[in-house]
Nanobody, 118 residues
Framework: QVQLVESGGGLVQAGGSLRLSCAAS????????MGWYRQAPKKERELVAT???????NYADSVKGRFSISRDNAKNTVYLQMNSLKPEDTAVYYC????????????WGQGTQVTVSS
């Protein structure tokens, strides 16, 4: 059983910073990507950023230049440094661990709330 545990959410003023962490535990294997998605009220879940084990990254246009994703493969942990936060960044942020192709898997964390006040 794979478990993803997120931490670091909270309330911050616009222009501030937060750092999210997500630690994966359990049995999983092979090349995979870890990432962050978010879901605001009455909106669909959307990609924020992903990073592969080889540290290839992908960002949503809305966060480029403000957010930075990184991972520690030895700790099976992914981080999201969020700077210059805006009220529109307010959402529940979900951690994801995914392997595509043969022997694929797709795991989600429980979510952590990020609220940015104006």
């Amino acid at each position: 059983q794979v478990q993803l545990v997120e931490s670091g959410g909270g309330l911050v003023q616009a222009g501030g910073s937060l750092r999210l962490s997500c630690a994966a535990s359990g049995s999983f294997f092979g090349s995979n990507a870890m990432g962050w998605y978010r879901q605001a009220p009455k909106k669909e879940r959307e990609l924020v950023a992903t990073i592969t084990r080889e540290r290839s990254t992908n960002y949503a246009d809305s966060v480029k230049g403000r957010f930075s994703i990184s991972r520690d493969n030895a700790k099976n942990t992914v981080y999201l440094q969020m700077n210059s936060l805006k009220p529109e960044d307010t959402a529940v942020y979900y951690c994801n661990l995914r392997r595509t192709g043969p022997l694929s898997y797709d795991y989600w964390g429980q979510g952590t709330q990020v609220t940015v006040s104006s």
